[in-house]
């Protein structure tokens, strides 16, 4: 079965854990995305892999070069929005904003619009599901922000676990009567053990579980419940010299556990199962 392989372009202090510690750090100034972007750009080329990038709109402001070579080696670029901000964070209008200058930026350098987005700490749920409307207005196909998990940053954990059409009312349903128009939403990829919803779709998730359970994992996803799985990760959990802040201890460990073992990971789940940018998967 075709999975779907994804990597949210962004600096190393855009994650929701380090912003506000990194807003006065030295380190900041050193945004390291040419370099923590390349081991993956060629760990992908080695196994002749496409993937989707979903780009934050400041990085293809400042690096647009960087984000034309992904776009030349193949892979889908898709929006993450411009400032990495949460959708609670902007509130409607604000995102809105954000999402017409992605857009205008990535059209600029790619020549094309894109059709997949995700947002920043996958902040969609039922108070922000008005996105969708926004996101269909510019344009898009396909969401893959819904984390049918709860933690403490984000997640809706009675959401389906298969691509589906959200009710525009209620996005933990189907809508089987929303037309071709409507946004895809492609999850994140959970299994259920014991009950309830386990992750092991990438980030954190990648980094903190064995190779050998994630492979048990994605084979389950694919022979036993018959759906494609989705990775995620972002380029500074696979680069070595990411800096670290001193951050709390939890936070600590939630952001810079396994980034040693993150690109062997990526590497065994890339000899084992087979990866295709999330716009092919969904046959759009």
């Known amino acids: 079965m075709l999975n779907a392989l994804s990597i949210d372009l962004e600096y190393w202090y855009s994650a929701e854990l380090v912003r506000k510690f990194a807003a006065e750090s030295a380190e900041k100034r050193l945004d390291l995305i040419a370099e ?6 060629d760990l992908l080329d080695g196994f002749g892999v496409r993937a989707t990038f979903f780009v934050l709109g400041v990085v293809a402001e400042e690096h647009p070069e960087v984000v034309e070579e992904i776009y030349e080696s193949g892979h889908e670029i898709g929006s993450h929005a411009y400032s990495h901000k949460t959708l609670y964070e902007l509130g409607r209008e604000r995102f809105e904003e954000e999402i017409k200058l992605s857009v205008e930026l990535l059209r600029g350098i790619t020549k094309e619009k894109p059709v997949g987005f995700r947002a920043p700490s996958f902040s969609v749920d039922n108070s922000t599901r008005w996105a969708f409307e926004v996101l269909e207005r510019y344009g898009f196909k396909y969401d893959s922000s ?17 691509i589906y059409k959200p009710l525009k009312e209620e996005i933990t349903k189907e809508d089987p009567d929303r037309d071709e128009g409507g946004i895809i939403e492609f999850p994140l990829t959970v299994v259920k053990l014991v009950g309830r919803n386990i992750p092991v779709s990438g980030g954190f998730f990648l980094r903190v579980l064995p190779l050998k359970i994630l492979k048990s994992a994605l084979k389950r996803v694919n022979a036993k419940e018959r759906r494609p799985a989705v990775i995620y990760l972002h380029p500074w959990e696979v680069y070595a010299e990411t800096p670290r802040l001193n951050l709390p201890l939890s936070s600590r460990f939630i952001t810079y556990y396994g980034i040693g073992s993150a690109k062997k990971k990526l590497e065994g789940l890339l000899r084992c199962f087979k990866f295709a940018p999330m716009r092919e998967v969904l046959g759009l």
């Open 146 to 162: 819904v984390f049918p998990i709860r933690t403490r940053l984000y997640g809706v954990p009675n959401a389906p676990v298969q």
């Open 36 to 41: 923590m972007t390349r081991p993956i750009l």
